[in-house]
């Protein structure tokens, strides 16, 4: 379902603290010579590949090969980044963007080019990380017939946004919702030197 997971490679790091009272003990980095780095911690038990600059997460290995089109019991996802520079071009919306902007026209993206693809999601909700203004929606994304549930979030990285997307098939909206919050709450994010 969503074209923007990608293959890669990267490392494990040291745990971190999160911002949040969902443990998230594992930690991986992502870098890209044009994007930056990408720095964020996940729950126990699931696996992260960092790809191009991406971190791809999952609940299992299988969720993470599903390659956005999770089935029941799979939740996955995508961090990514954009510079401030680079939104224009990137997503269409200027380099001053509020974290809410970028969370709107970022599911309006998940549509642009796939007809078929319908999107609904809900007002996005602002919160903070680290000081810096952060915001987060979730909605359905149906495709082919199959409607998963989804969350962005966009996270103000001082220099540029990190971007969430989180793909289940199943499960409580609650905790999920909760999940894509912790997991974008413990971004770290450096820009491009």
Not at 4 to 9: D, N, P, R, V
Not at 60 to 76: M, V, W
Not at 139 to 168: N, R
């Amino acid at each position: 379902l969503v074209v923007i997971l990608l293959a890669g490679c990267g490392g494990i790091g040291e745990a971190r603290p999160a911002e949040t009272s969902v443990p998230l003990p594992q930690t991986v980095s992502a870098s890209s010579v044009l994007t930056g780095v990408i720095t964020v911690s996940f729950p126990e038990n699931w696996v992260a590949r960092a790809a191009r600059g991406e971190v791809h997460l999952g609940n299992s290995q299988a969720a993470l090969d599903a390659a956005g089109d999770p089935q029941p019991g799979q939740i996955a996802g995508t961090l990514m980044a954009f510079p401030l520079p680079l939104l224009p071009s990137q997503l269409g919306i200027p380099s001053q963007a509020t974290p809410s902007q970028v969370v709107q026209q970022f599911v309006r993206s998940l549509t642009a080019e796939i007809i078929e693809r319908q999107t609904q999601f809900g007002e996005p909700q602002t919160f903070t990380v680290q000081e810096r203004p952060a915001a987060i929606a979730q909605g359905k994304i149906t495709q082919q017939g199959v409607t998963v549930s989804a969350y962005v979030a966009a996270v103000d990285g001082g220099e540029g946004y990190v971007i969430l997307l989180l793909v289940a098939a199943d499960g409580s909206a609650t905790e999920q919702f909760a999940m894509a919050r912790a997991i974008a709450g413990s971004v770290i994010y450096e820009p491009p030197q």
